[in-house]
């Protein structure tokens, strides 16, 4: 079965850093394209980036609203993903999910919430 | 900058069908978009249902269903339940590894 844990979210006061980390089992993460989506209190889904899989090597996406702050790495010999946030706004308060491959094989963790506030 | 719509509410009666929409700001969606389905109750993740357009999610019932009408993804609800009642949201891929969710579709059974 797969299962996605993200883990790392927290309290962080605005101009701050987060990293976000996310492990996987029953899958070999290096085979896949994985996503971060998030969701910030009451709203709708935003996607926020992508990570190609090994074979594409690793090339990454991000939204307009987090590039040139947010960057995506992967660590193969932990089987995980991060999500590497800087500069952080009180609008990056959500609650942030991995997920492999939305649009084409989706498996997503429970997330976990960061919250931007003085 | 591109805008995923769907429309804002929907009500269905229980056992009844109901279908949602996912289009495009500009211009139309294909099955090059990848469209898939997310369900979502208050307080938990979301859920996948339908991915690439119509290939269903494991242990999602059949009475989901995805395809393309005209110019936009649609998700067929059939017979709804009272459980079916959730936030339903599509997402869209947009090319050079990018995607982009459409704003949700809250769906009420009564």
């Known amino acids: 079965e797969v299962q996605l844990v993200e883990s790392g979210g927290g309290l962080v006061q605005p101009g701050g850093s987060l990293r976000l980390s996310c492990v996987a089992s029953g899958l070999i993460l290096t085979d896949h394209y994985m996503d971060w989506v998030r969701q910030a209190p009451g709203k709708g889904l935003e996607w926020v980036g992508r990570?190609?899989?090994?074979?594409?090597?690793?090339?990454?996406e991000y939204a307009a609203s987090v590039k040139g702050r947010f960057t995506i790495s992967r660590d193969e010999s932990q089987n995980s993903i991060y999500l590497q946030m800087n500069s952080l706004k009180s609008e990056d308060t959500a609650v942030y999910y991995c997920?492999?491959?939305?649009?084409?094989?989706?498996?997503w963790g429970q997330g976990t919430l960061v919250t931007v506030s003085s | 900058q591109t805008v995923v719509t769907q429309e804002p509410s929907f009500s269905v009666s229980p056992g009844g069908t109901v279908t949602l929409t996912c289009g495009l700001s500009s211009g139309s969606v294909s099955t090059r978009n990848y469209p898939s389905w997310y369900q979502q109750t208050p307080g938990q993740a979301p859920r996948a249902l339908i991915y690439n357009t119509n290939k269903r999610s494991s242990g999602v019932p059949n009475r989901f269903s995805g395809s393309i009408l005209g110019s936009k993804a649609a998700l067929t609800i059939t017979g709804a339940l009272a459980d079916d009642e959730s936030d339903y949201y599509c997402?869209?891929?947009?090319?050079?590894?990018?995607?982009?969710f459409g704003g949700g579709t809250k769906v009420t059974v009564l």
């Open positions: 997920a492999r491959d939305i649009v084409g094989a989706p498996s």
């Open positions: 997402v869209l891929y947009m090319g050079g590894d990018t995607s982009v």
């Open positions: 990570s190609t899989n090994k074979a594409t090597s690793y090339t990454t």
